[in-house]
């Protein structure tokens, strides 16, 4: 399998996509052509790494790494990813924060880690790895690569616009971890590590590649915990589930969006926004519009520009193709209160602001859309990690899991840096050199 550029550079090899993270070009990565399955492929597979391995096999053939994508996945999926029923039987959640910080991009960074740690195992300098993170990436990225030897990581995240456990997991690795607390939002670390990654003397002395979602090696494991979640549902009752997925910068939605494309049993989607309202306004005017984002409850969303918004165009088709294949929902900050609260009282489970959007986006549906499918609603991080928001809403205390409370018990540190390419540079020096 070879990866090209949605800007049109390459084609590259598996190994040198995920090592760049960006294309030459500017553009993201893509695989030359998208396998195609059908359900009974995956008759011997019932775990997620089985799933995986049937799955993830076309996009490692011919590469350096395909005898080694077991282990990659023993790796990756060492926590638990169910799916549990909500009361009623209309409705489950796809749990994905049973991950070491609490958070999806566990399962996207730990496999990215796994694959570089590979790849540059010889390597005679470090790789430096960048990532702008909007509240759970960077946490995610920071302990998949925290002391593994050749690898360093810069983690840039808006100063002000996460909340405080957010920002501990962010600042309390070691070494070779930098985190860097910008005086802007979102889209402005967004914008310089890729201004970073396409500066070419700044990114060859310093061997640049990223791990936000512009990384192919973070969409490809994300799409199987979509598979195999399809797939349950598929083989108790012959029908295709419907999935609502909270969505930033339309990584995690993008990697559902690809594994229905591949054929699994995935029904309807729907994309849950914030008041960050790029998408659906790009759907409703065909007006691809970025802005500033907008600071809201739901701060891991807070994105005014998502960049895979580009290999979606890319994939699907442009906004009169995609409002026929996705729908998308904006939910502003007074939705998410009432709907934490009421999920709790009325189905007894307690949810993040995030995944308050997706449940916020269910119960706007019609009666006709809600009964088209059995809707898998994507829980995305552990409420624990926002208890100033979700426990006064529900007048309860959020027991925090095992690793979340010992990641909070570790010192933290961070450097503070303008939003321009030159702060951005002078902060590598000072910490690498």
Known sequence: MRYFSTRGA???????????????????????ELPTFDASDFASADALPAVAQVLLEPFFAGSGLADALPAILGETFHFPVPVRPLAGGDRSILELFHGPTAAFKDVGAGFLAA??????????????????????????????????????????????????????????????????????????????????????????????????????????????????????????????????????????????????????????????????????????????????????????????NPSNMERLRHVLGDAPVLRDKVDVVAVDDDAIRDEIARSYNDDGVTLCPHTATAARAWRAMSDNDRDSAHWILVATAHPAKFETIVEPLIDETVPVPPELAAILARPSRSVPVEPDLGAFAAALHTAFE
């Open 115 to 304: 694959c570089l740690s590979r790849i540059e195992a010889d390597a005679s300098a470090p790789l430096t790895i960048l990532v702008a993170t909007s509240g759970d990436t960077g946490g995610a990225v920071a302990a998949a690569f925290d002391g593994r030897p050749g690898m360093r990581v810069v983690v840039l995240y808006p100063e002000g616009r996460v909340s405080a456990r957010q920002e501990h997991q962010l600042t309390c690795w070691g070494d070779n971890i930098l985190s860097l607390r910008v005086h802007g939002a979102f889209d402005d670390c967004q914008a310089l590590v890729k201004a970073a990654l396409s500066e070419p003397v700044l990114s060859q002395a310093f061997r640049f590649s990223s791990a936000n979602s512009i990384n192919i090696g973070r969409l490809l494991p994300q799409a199987t915990y979509y598979a195999q979640a399809s797939l349950g549902h598929f083989r108790a009752t012959g029908e295709c589930p419907g999935f609502v997925v909270p969505t930033g910068n339309l990584g995690n939605a993008l990697a559902c969006l690809l594994a229905r494309e591949m054929g699994l049993p995935i029904g309807p989607v729907v994309l849950a926004t914030n008041a960050n309202r790029t998408i659906p306004d790009y759907l409703a005017t065909e007006r691809w519009e970025p802005r500033a984002s907008v600071a809201t409850l739901a701060s891991a969303m807070d994105v005014g």
């Open 10 to 32: 390459g084609p590259v090899d598996l190994e040198t996509a995920l090592s760049r993270g960006l294309a030459d070009d500017g553009g993201l990565f893509l695989p030359e």
